[in-house]
């Protein structure tokens, strides 16, 4: 069945660089779209970014500059990379499918000193 | 990029209500409307997907509906299990954005 599960550091530290893992099984990513979506601590949700079936890339306008989104079809996985973190970056991540009925946990990470 | 403005930010209901929840956008995105809910500590949850389709297992007290720039999701019949958080996502064009939520809540 389609599932997929983020993984990364839980604790990152101001100004350093955030690495996630959207690791995904039940389909191919060569054939649909994987998005990540964010949301801090009792806020809402904000889109950060998208890579499409075909390997290009869509980010949110004002994470563009620091944000970048990649994937290794043969290991199933995708990677956001987030850089300069800030703490308003402290939330829960979640990778999800076409932005529609899969969603992953999600993986809470605090940026702090 | 397509704003989507989401209101009310809180409705306040009572069991059994009729109540609808609005986005509008700021320029055309068509039927390109989705609508999620989330309860705390969840993931969110597809419910209507193209402006008025009930995505699979979806009660059918929910529907969609769009008026020109309006799209409305409306609850016919309050249930317990429908107090969440709902967020309309415009999906017409990248970046995709979401509305700013409704909190649903128990008057």
């Known amino acids: 069945q389609v599932q997929l599960k983020e993984s990364g550091p839980g604790l990152v530290q101001p100004s350093q660089t955030l690495s996630l893992t959207c690791t995904v099984s039940?389909?191919?990513?060569?054939?649909?779209?994987v998005h990540w979506v964010r949301q801090p601590p009792g806020k809402g949700l904000e889109w950060m970014g998208v890579?499409?079936?075909?390997?290009?890339?869509d980010y949110n306008s004002a994470l563009k500059p620091r944000l970048s989104i990649s994937r290794d079809t043969s290991k199933s996985q995708v990677f956001l990379t987030m850089n300069s973190l800030q703490t308003e970056d402290t939330g829960i991540y979640y990778c999800?499918?076409?932005?529609?009925?899969?969603w992953g946990q999600g993986v809470m990470v605090t940026v702090s000193s | 990029d397509i704003q989507m403005t989401q209101s009310p930010s809180s409705l306040p209901a009572s069991l059994g209500d009729r109540v609808t929840i609005t986005c509008r956008a700021s320029q055309d995105i068509g039927n390109y409307l989705r609508w999620f809910q989330q309860k705390p500590g969840k993931s969110p949850r597809l419910m209507i997907y193209?402006?008025?389709n009930l995505a699979a297992g979806v009660p059918s007290r929910f529907s969609g509906s769009r008026s020109g720039s309006d799209y409305s999701l409306t609850i016919s019949s309050l249930e317990s299990e429908d107090m969440a958080d709902y967020y309309c996502?415009?999906?017409?064009?990248?970046?995709?954005?979401f509305g700013s939520g409704t909190k649903l809540e128990i008057k």
């Open positions: 039940g389909f191919s990513l060569t054939s649909y779209n």
């Open positions: 890579i499409w079936s075909g390997g290009n890339t």
């Open positions: 996502l415009q999906s017409k064009e990248s970046p995709f954005t």
């Open positions: 999800n499918r076409e932005i529609g009925g899969y």
């Open positions: 193209g402006a008025t």
